[in-house]
């Protein structure tokens, strides 16, 4: 059972995770307008991510017997000067999704609400691997610093990525 405070912190997480998802969308937009495919499809990948993200929170709400609930979302930023500003951009948004998610850890531990801690477990160790991704992504873009061959090259690597849901995930809920 989640309490009125966990139920609602667990909301607004949700929120910012479809929120994510959203962005990384706006961002494959980004990269397609700019020629980029490579960079589009991994983004996109990236957003496919953050839904599934969204939905375990929606899941995990409905099966401690809260109310998941539907909250605006912002319109995401969608120009940036570069392709490093969009990864820096995102790695920032990585850190301030990993900041909430820690303190989501220390509400459940000041409520004794168990299950939402192991629930929220997933999380951290997800967010360690998402801040590490993008800071590479970061330094690899860094590394070429404009140059078109080394944009394109990274282009073709970053067009690899495809999605696979986390072992077990279904849309349909329990």
């Known amino acids: ?6 139920q609602d912190a667990f909301n607004e997480q949700m ?7 959203y962005l ?8 397609e307008a ?6 589009a499809v991994w983004m996109r990948s990236q957003s496919l ?9 929606f899941n995990f709400i409905c099966e401690a017997g809260g109310r998941a609930i539907m909250q605006e979302i912002e319109a995401p ?5 570069s392709p490093l500003e969009v990864f820096e951009y995102s790695l920032e948004h990585e850190r301030f999704v990993t900041e909430r998610i820690n303190k989501l850890m220390d509400l459940s531990r000041d409520e ?4 939402a801690q192991i629930f929220l477990q997933w999380f951290v160790t997800e967010q360690v691997e998402e801040e590490s ?23 073709q690597e970053f067009g690899t990525r495809t999605f696979t849901a986390p072992a077990g995930f279904t849309l349909l809920g329990a």
Not at 24 to 31: G, I, L, R, V
Not at 145 to 150: A, H, L, Q, V
Request: aromatic share 14%; net charge negative; hydrophobic share 40%.
């Open 24 to 31: 990384y969308k706006a961002m494959a937009a980004y990269f």
């Open 34 to 39: 700019e020629d980029l495919p490579g960079f």
């Open 49 to 57: 991510e953050e839904l599934t993200h969204g939905e375990k929170f």
């Open 15 to 21: 929120k910012y995770e479809f929120f994510s998802a």
């Open 112 to 115: 004794s609400n168990h299950a």
């Open 77 to 81: 930023r969608v120009e940036y000067a």
């Open 1 to 6: 059972m989640l309490s009125q405070t966990l």
């Open 133 to 155: 991704t993008f800071s590479l992504a970061c330094k690899k873009l860094k590394l070429v610093d404009g140059d078109g061959r080394g944009l394109l090259m990274l282009d």
